[in-house]
């Protein structure tokens, strides 16, 4: 990470603290790396994380361990662990961190890539799920994000699933010779992921696939349309989409995705689902459960990258070496209630100017011998303060 991109991950990490706190998810940390078999069981073995893009090695007690590759598995081992069944439900996370995967680098896709994400554990109410979307919405918009599209769908459950999983298998053997080597491959093991394929003969193939969405059971139905339904009360736009089945093997019912059409091709930004059964995969209690993940490098693309994060209030410039200690003391005093650069006392003021505008501060302070000259840098008027505290007084109210 550059320093020109710094700011803007920490904006994020910023937006994350002012939105999620707010509706009751509590920031959790967990393990930079864990057992090998929490993704192997959670994520599930025939997906591509498991099979091509994990970083597993050995350590020195020869246990397999790998770094994280996603958030919800380590979300569900925490749970169990540490006896959060036992608390008020539904228990309420959200977390911010390093994730890795072993893919070709691209454009807002790397190796080691940030993701937040938040997760509700213990409770089927479609009001979680409403409400998560509601919440990635919130977060993706006040971050800048631009041209998005919200995709949703329903897998039902296991059993639902795994009965339209037969009837899948039926149909791309039928159709297996215009189907990808790789989704031939994975039709006895994975047959959803075709609805995947980048493969221009699959995705014909694809068009005419039974769709899951039209075989759910009647209580799966009957949820999904009450997701949609809040969706509608808080005017949140959305697509039924019947081939969104996700990555991850552990979805159930509620499925969605956010896409931005100023990505291209890879326009995947954020995205989750319902995940009834994972936990219970790990080991622990019958849990009903929903999160989401959003990559920030992804966001950040999103949001575009000539997009300013943040500006300062202040620039304070120095016009003459002698008045430094005066230019300190006012930062000094400044910094704790306003966002401030202070100048170069070895620049000219024009260059010192020219670099507040640069940086897009709202005000300038330039010091002078018995007070500050405020510069209002869009207007260009300018008034003169005898205090710090005036200063602070003008740029506050001005905001």
């Known amino acids: 990470m550059l320093p020109e991109d710094g700011q803007g991950r920490l904006s994020i990490g910023m937006f994350c603290e002012s939105v999620l706190p707010h509706a009751g998810y509590d920031y959790v940390e967990t393990p930079t790396f ?10 599930g073995e025939s997906t591509d994380i498991v099979q091509k ?13 790998t770094l994280r590759p996603e958030g919800t598995a380590p979300i569900c081992r925490a749970y169990i662990q540490h006896g959060m069944h036992k608390r008020p ?47 990635l919405a919130q977060l993706l ?23 339209y999983s037969e009837e899948l298998k039926t149909f791309l053997r039928s159709r297996a010779e215009e189907l990808s080597p790789d989704v031939q491959g994975r039709i006895d093991t994975n047959p959803l992921r075709a609805f995947d394929s980048a493969d221009a003969g699959t995705q014909a193939v694809m068009r005419d696939a039974p769709k899951l969405v039209d075989r759910l059971a009647p209580d799966d139905a009957e949820h999904f349309e009450d997701v949609k339904r809040l969706l509608d009360e808080v005017e949140i736009a959305y697509e039924i989409d019947p081939a969104l089945v996700r990555g991850l093997d552990y979805y159930t019912r509620t499925v969605f995705e956010f896409t931005s059409d100023a990505l291209g091709a890879q326009s995947g930004v954020a995205g989750g689902g319902r995940y009834d059964g994972l936990v219970k995969r790990l080991g622990g209690p019958p849990t009903p459960a929903v999160g989401w993940a959003a990559g920030v490098e992804r966001i950040l693309l999103a949001a575009g990258r000539g997009k300013s994060w943040r500006h300062p209030n202040l620039f304070i410039a120095i016009p003459k070496p002698e008045r430094r200690s005066a230019a300190f003391r006012l930062a000094h005093e400044l910094r704790k209630t306003l966002y401030l650069e202070l100048g170069d006392a070895g620049r000219s003021l024009k260059g010192q100017l020219r670099r507040a505008d640069q940086l897009g501060a709202a005000w300038t302070a330039i010091v002078e011998d018995d007070g500050f000259t405020l510069k209002h840098m869009e207007s260009g008027d300018e008034r003169t303060v005898g205090t710090s505290d005036e200063v602070r007084q003008t740029v506050v109210e001005s905001e």
């Open 34 to 43: 864990e057992d090998t078999e929490l993704f192997t069981r959670g994520v």
């Open 141 to 163: 918009e006040i971050a800048g994000a631009r041209d998005l599209r919200l995709r949703i769908s329903s897998l039902g459950t296991a059993d639902t699933r795994r009965e």
């Open 89 to 135: 439900q539904p228990v309420k996370l959200w977390y911010l961190g390093p994730f890795f995967r072993h893919e070709a680098p691209q454009a807002g896709r790397f190796r080691q890539f940030t993701q937040v994400g938040a997760e509700s554990l213990g409770s089927d109410d479609p009001a979680l799920d409403a409400e998560l979307i509601d919440i």
């Open 53 to 65: 893009e994990m970083f597993t090695f050995e350590d020195m007690g020869g246990r397999s361990l």
